[in-house]
């Protein structure tokens, strides 16, 4: 009969560090004007997004993460 092997668990520091690495620690601040926070507002409730950060940080990275692929540098 064999034995059964115990799954090994993720190591606590592994589960920290990976933690630290995403805590956010930058922050940013940006100005709309009365025309632009009257679509955002009007998006955030047609949606139903109570946090308007994360309406700009996704809106934002993906914008980037899409540039950058979409740019990525050639050999030739």
């Given at each position: 009969?064999?034995?059964?092997?115990?799954?090994?668990?993720?190591?606590?520091?592994y589960?920290?560090?990976?933690?630290d690495?995403?805590?956010r620690?930058?922050?940013?601040?940006?100005?709309l004007?009365?025309?632009?926070?009257?679509a955002?507002?009007?998006?955030?409730?047609?949606f139903?997004?109570s946090?308007?950060s994360?309406?700009f940080?996704?809106?934002?990275?993906?914008k980037?993460?899409?540039?950058?692929?979409d740019n990525?540098?050639?050999?030739?």
């Amino acid at each position: 009969m064999r034995k059964k092997i115990a799954p090994s668990g993720v190591d606590p520091e592994y589960l920290r560090k990976q933690k630290d690495s995403l805590l956010r620690r930058h922050r940013q601040v940006i100005y709309l004007n009365d025309r632009e926070m009257a679509a955002i507002r009007q998006y955030c409730d047609k949606f139903g997004i109570s946090t308007k950060s994360v309406l700009f940080r996704e809106a934002t990275m993906e914008k980037i993460l899409t540039e950058l692929n979409d740019n990525h540098p050639t050999l030739f």
